[in-house]
C-alpha cells in the first residue's frame, strides 16, 4: 500500500509559480512511475505529467509543456511539479498518483487527496 500526500497548492497571479510536492510513504517508491494528474469544476480528470520510476523519462500534457517540470527525489521518497507561468486555466485540484510498475501506462493504482491550485487573472 502506498499513501500519497500533496502540498505546496494555493492562490497566485496568472505568471506566476507554485510548486506541488507530493510525500510518498513505502519503501517501494523508488520502483513505482508517478504522475501528477488535475481536474477543473465541470471537467474530467486530466493527466499533467509523469516520471519514471528513475527519472529518466518524463511525459507532459501539450498545454502545460515548457512551464511545467515533474522530477522526483527517491532518497526523500518525494515526486514535485515545478509549474511557471501559470494561466487561469491551470486552476485545478491537483492528484499525486503512483503506478505500481516502473513506467507510465495505463491507470495509476494509488492517489493523493488533492490540493487546490487557483489562478487568478
Known amino acids: 500500500q502506498v499513501q500519497l500526500v500533496e502540498s505546496g497548492g494555493g492562490l497566485v497571479q496568472a505568471g506566476g509559480s507554485l510548486r506541488l510536492s507530493c510525500a510518498a510513504s513505502?519503501?517501494?517508491?523508488?520502483?513505482?512511475?508517478m504522475g501528477w494528474f488535475r481536474q477543473a469544476p465541470g471537467k474530467e480528470r486530466e493527466f499533467v505529467a509523469g516520471?519514471?520510476?528513475?527519472?529518466?523519462?518524463?511525459y507532459y500534457a501539450d498545454s502545460v509543456k515548457g512551464r511545467f517540470t515533474i522530477s522526483r527525489d527517491n532518497a526523500e521518497n518525494t515526486v514535485y511539479l515545478q509549474m511557471n507561468s501559470l494561466k487561469p486555466e491551470d486552476t485545478a485540484v491537483y492528484y499525486c498518483?503512483?503506478?505500481?510498475?516502473?513506467?507510465?501506462?495505463?491507470?495509476?493504482?494509488?492517489w493523493g487527496q488533492g490540493t487546490q491550485v487557483t489562478v487568478s487573472s
Open positions: 498518483a503512483a503506478y505500481s510498475r516502473r513506467y507510465i501506462s495505463g491507470t495509476p493504482d494509488y
Open positions: 513505502g519503501r517501494t517508491f523508488r520502483n513505482y512511475a
Open positions: 516520471i519514471s520510476w528513475s527519472g529518466g523519462s518524463t
